[in-house]
């Protein structure tokens, strides 16, 4: 295969002096990993994760903080066939990451053969030239050696048939934690030279709202089957600090929407006399918590915003 170079741990890093500091994408099809590889890469979760496709639906980005840079993750939706509006809105908004950013990760797991999703994807990545594409291999835990090295030539000849100059090929494991580290070393110098883009100590630019809204649809999304974890959209409308409280036992009071598309999904979200509903303020409320570093009441109300997927006016309401 001649020319292929794999990256292991053991690989020498150059030593530079100067500062860099930019912005790197993940892109690949739903469910290949890419915000799990974000979470470990920041440290902290900053983008909600599940094993349903199409978990994240709008950019989220992750801010890694080294003494010599400052690394923008760029999580994106999962490009994939869209069947909806949501879903053309979700594939504008990552085409247009890719021209915004210093590199590109294309993220495909090791435990599924390419498909004609991860195909599509490439050669769109082909059409973009002046960015660098770095392959990530993700989920490398859950193969052996030799079905890892047959994903790796594979990837390599991938490149090769459409013409794309893989930066690096890169295996990592960000639920095993391996070569998370290396994979933003080799990153960080494709970064141009620069100051800090973000305070230090930020490890995202989401705003608080948002974030609750996604560790509730989170929660949500937890257990639901078929249709309807694209069917739920999460607007917190409300988080005020209840008043009258002792200054050594502050409450924040959050009031929050779940949204379905129908009726009748009403039933499984809300569970036999709102059991499921239930688990999932209090699943919910924990991870809240330990965001706001404050204990927190949440309120929560199933509303039917019908067929909001297709509707623009419905997805404007929704945040898209
Ligand atoms: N075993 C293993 N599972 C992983 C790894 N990375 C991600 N997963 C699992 O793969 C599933 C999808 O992960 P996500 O990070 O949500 O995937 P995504 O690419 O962000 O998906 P979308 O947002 O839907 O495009 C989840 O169930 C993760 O727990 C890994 O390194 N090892
Ligand atoms: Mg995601």
Not at 61 to 82: M, N, W
Not at 151 to 171: H, T, Y
Request: proline content about 8%; aromatic content about 4%.
């Amino acid at each position: 295969m001649g020319g292929m170079s794999v990256r292991t741990q053991t690989s020498e890093q150059p030593a530079e002096s100067v500062h860099r500091a930019g912005f790197a994408c993940f892109v690949g099809r739903p469910n290949a990993g890419k915000s799990t590889l974000t979470n470990a890469l920041v440290g902290q979760k900053v983008a909600i994760t599940s094993n349903r496709p199409q978990t994240t639906r709008h950019t989220v980005r992750g801010i890694v903080h080294r003494p010599d840079a400052q690394l923008i993750l760029v999580d994106t939706p999962g490009l994939h066939k869209p069947r909806t509006l949501l879903g053309e809105r979700l594939n504008d908004v990552v085409r247009t990451t890719w021209a915004e950013v210093d590199v590109i990760g294309f993220c495909l797991p090791a435990d599924q053969k390419l498909g004609p999703g991860d195909r599509f994807i490439a050669k769109e990545l082909a059409g973009i030239k002046k960015t660098p594409k770095v392959a990530i291999v993700t989920k490398t835990d859950l193969v052996d050696p030799k079905t890892l090295a047959e994903q790796l030539i594979a990837i390599d000849q991938l490149g090769k048939e459409l013409g794309i100059e893989w930066a690096e090929i890169v295996p990592v494991s960000a639920v095993g934690d391996k070569q998370v580290d290396l994979l933003a070393d080799l990153l960080i110098p494709m970064l141009p030279e620069g100051p800090a883009l973000y305070p230090e100590g930020d490890l995202t630019d989401e705003p608080e709202q948002v974030m609750v809204a996604e560790l509730i649809r989170e929660a949500a999304l937890e257990g639901v089957r078929d249709e309807l974890p694209h069917s739920i959209a999460v607007v917190v409308e409300e988080m005020l600090p209840r008043e009258d409280r002792p200054a050594d036992r502050p409450l924040l009071d959050i009031h929050a929407n779940v949204y379905i598309e129908r009726p009748s999904q009403k039933g499984i979200i809300i569970g036999p006399k709102g059991k499921r509903l239930k688990e999932v303020g209090i699943k919910s409320r924990k991870h809240i918590e330990a965001l706001l570093g404050t204990p927190v009441f949440l309120d929560l109300h199933v509303k039917v915003a019908k067929d909001w997927q297709r509707d623009p006016r419905q997805l404007r309401k929704l945040g898209f």
